[in-house]
């Protein structure tokens, strides 16, 4: 089947050959990432069937970028970053074994695979600040903002694939593999296996050599240099810290194998399907902003997208049907990936290159905040209050929060064109 044509300049970015390795890798290793979830929070249900020990995983994964949040930043700017990229991930294939290796003995012991998740996400600390400032040497500069919607697809692609790959291969009939020690999580983590291996090999043959980008010395201004930074651009602080608190409030990720199980009744492949829904909205929006991208109004628009996802949110969680539970996680999606592709371009194009490392390590630390923090979040007050309590709350608090940050950050809600000269002269305070 021939590939779609599209309008000159819809995929400009990938005139770039180290952009077409480096999404080639990410799709594989996003979807490998992905399915392993989806194994692991059935995994750990099913050994203990408590919320609180779901939202326990989100907390192993968030606390490496805690601890290791500032010398990461400091080591994206000051190393190759393509190699420490490599090393993370040469770190990901060890602790995927591990999970390999808890499967295959049967072993019921959370806390083993909690120490595993620690080890992840110690991976995931250094490699999200190195990663995110790489991009913007893989293309040109006015190619970026259609590198980061792409980019942001390419996510949403995996985002789709990885939970429904996940959720069919752990429900596989695996009975004549490895005298059926492979059925279940075995086999999602040998599929993470391979696509980290696949991974590593794109890298690996990018062309792109940075070196060393921060030549001052070692000091403890030049290592919250990037805390400082955000601290006076409000457009940046208001677009972090906006993601923070909406997600941590909103978020219901961590609570959907007990929507799968207990209120839904689909099992493990509906959990797949609704760790997917979410992705398959913003994959819809991806595509349409690729074709039509984003060009005035960008700050009004992230506030009304926002607001979209906390009403998106408290549908789900009073749901009873699967169908509208997949369309309300497919609006919040959609919503969400107008949020992303507005405040990546915030993210990288009001930053001087020099301090992207480090910038993009305190962004690193509001987005695990909202993301595995806020996993532990929802499985806390899921345990006080209820699965679907605690979602419809979230929603409700995701609401407060968007109208209390378009007051407090007025800078951000007047954002309009995504350039790098309009957004640095506008992240001045």
Same mark, same amino acid.
């Not at 919250?224 to 409030?249: H, K, M, N």
């Given at each position: 089947?021939?590939?779609?044509?599209?309008?000159?300049?819809?995929?400009?970015?990938?005139?770039?050959?180290?952009?077409?390795?480096?999404?080639?890798?990410?799709?594989?290793?996003?979807?490998?990432?992905?399915?392993?979830?989806?194994?692991?929070?059935?995994?750990?249900?099913?050994?203990?069937?408590?919320?609180?020990?779901?939202?326990?995983?989100?907390?192993?994964?968030?606390?490496?970028?805690?601890?290791? +949040?500032?010398?990461?930043?400091?080591?994206?700017?000051?190393?190759?970053?393509?190699?420490?990229?490599?090393?993370?991930?040469?770190?990901?294939?060890?602790?995927?074994?591990?999970?390999?290796?808890?499967? +295959?003995?049967?072993?019921?012991?959370?806390?083993?695979?909690?120490?595993?998740?620690?080890?992840?996400?110690?991976?995931?600390?250094?490699?999200?600040?190195?990663?995110?400032? +790489?991009?913007?040497?893989?293309?040109?500069?006015?190619?970026?903002?259609?590198?980061?919607?792409?980019?942001?697809?390419?996510?949403?692609?995996?985002?789709?694939?990885?939970?429904?790959?996940?959720?069919?291969?752990?429900?596989?009939?695996?009975?004549?593999?490895?005298?059926?020690?492979?059925?279940?999580?075995?086999?999602?983590?040998?599929?993470?296996?391979?696509?980290?291996?696949?991974?590593?090999?794109?890298?690996?043959?990018?062309?792109?050599?940075?070196?060393?980008?921060?030549?001052?010395?070692?000091?403890?201004?030049?290592?919250?240099?990037?805390?400082?930074?955000?601290?006076?651009?409000?457009?940046?602080?208001?677009?972090?810290?906006?993601?923070?608190?909406?997600?941590?409030?909103?978020?219901?990720?961590?609570?959907?194998?007990?929507?799968?199980?207990?209120?839904?009744?689909?099992?493990?492949?509906?959990?797949?399907?609704?760790?997917?829904?979410?992705?398959?909205?913003?994959?819809?929006?991806?595509?349409?902003?690729?074709?039509?991208?984003?060009?005035?109004?960008?700050?009004?628009?992230?506030?009304?997208?926002?607001?979209?996802?906390?009403?998106?949110?408290?549908?789900?969680?009073?749901?009873?049907?699967?169908?509208?539970?997949?369309?309300? +996680?497919?609006?919040?999606?959609?919503?969400?990936?107008?949020?992303?592709?507005?405040?990546?371009?915030?993210?990288?194009?009001?930053?001087?290159?020099?301090?992207?490392?480090?910038?993009?390590?305190?962004?690193?630390?509001?987005?695990?905040?909202?993301?595995?923090?806020?996993?532990?979040?929802?499985?806390?007050?899921?345990?006080?209050?209820?699965?679907?309590?605690?979602?419809?709350?979230?929603?409700?608090?995701?609401?407060?929060?968007?109208?209390?940050?378009?007051?407090?950050?007025?800078?951000?809600?007047?954002?309009?064109?995504?350039?790098?000269?309009?957004?640095?002269?506008?992240?001045?305070?």
């Amino acid at each position: 089947m021939s590939s779609p044509q599209v309008p000159s300049g819809t995929a400009s970015a990938f005139e770039s050959s180290d952009f077409r390795r480096y999404q080639a890798a990410r799709l594989a290793v996003i979807m490998g990432a992905e399915a392993q979830t989806v194994a692991v929070a059935w995994q750990v249900y099913s050994i203990t069937h408590r919320a609180l020990d779901l939202g326990n995983t989100g907390l192993a994964l968030f606390l490496p970028a805690l601890l290791f +949040l500032i010398p990461a930043g400091h080591v994206a700017d000051r190393f190759d970053r393509r190699r420490i990229i490599l090393l993370c991930y040469g770190l990901q294939i060890i602790a995927t074994g591990a999970l390999l290796t808890l499967a +295959l003995n049967g072993s019921q012991n959370i806390w083993l695979i909690y120490a595993v998740l620690f080890l992840i996400g110690m991976g995931r600390a250094f490699s999200g600040p190195a990663a995110s400032a +790489l991009i913007p040497h893989l293309v040109p500069k006015e190619h970026f903002v259609n590198a980061v919607t792409w980019g942001a697809a390419i996510f949403q692609v995996a985002n789709i694939a990885g939970p429904a790959i996940g959720g069919l291969l752990f429900t596989l009939p695996l009975g004549c593999l490895a005298g059926g020690l492979l059925a279940g999580p075995g086999i999602v983590y040998c599929f993470t296996l391979a696509t980290l291996v696949i991974f590593l090999v794109l890298v690996g043959s990018l062309s792109v050599r940075l070196g060393r980008l921060e030549h001052r010395a070692t000091t403890l201004k030049v290592i919250f240099a990037g805390f400082e930074y955000v601290r006076r651009a409000p457009i940046l602080l208001g677009s972090f810290s906006l993601d923070l608190f909406v997600v941590l409030l909103g978020g219901a990720v961590a609570l959907m194998p007990i929507f799968a199980s207990e209120i839904l009744h689909t099992g493990p492949r509906g959990l797949g399907l609704l760790r997917a829904a979410p992705a398959a909205g913003a994959l819809v929006v991806s595509f349409m902003l690729t074709r039509f991208p984003l060009q005035r109004h960008a700050g009004a628009r992230l506030f009304t997208c926002v607001g979209l996802f906390g009403l998106a949110t408290i549908v789900f969680g009073i749901s009873r049907s699967l169908p509208l539970s997949l369309a309300a +996680l497919f609006v919040a999606g959609a919503a969400d990936m107008v949020s992303v592709v507005i405040r990546s371009s915030v993210l990288q194009l009001a930053t001087p290159i020099e301090m992207r490392g480090r910038v993009s390590a305190v962004n690193s630390l509001f987005i695990g905040a909202s993301n595995e923090l806020g996993e532990f979040e929802s499985g806390l007050t899921a345990h006080w209050l209820g699965a679907v309590r605690a979602t419809v709350a979230g929603g409700i608090g995701a609401l407060v929060v968007t109208g209390v940050w378009s007051w407090l950050f007025p800078k951000l809600r007047h954002v309009d064109e995504l350039t790098p000269e309009a957004l640095r002269s506008n992240a001045a305070d």
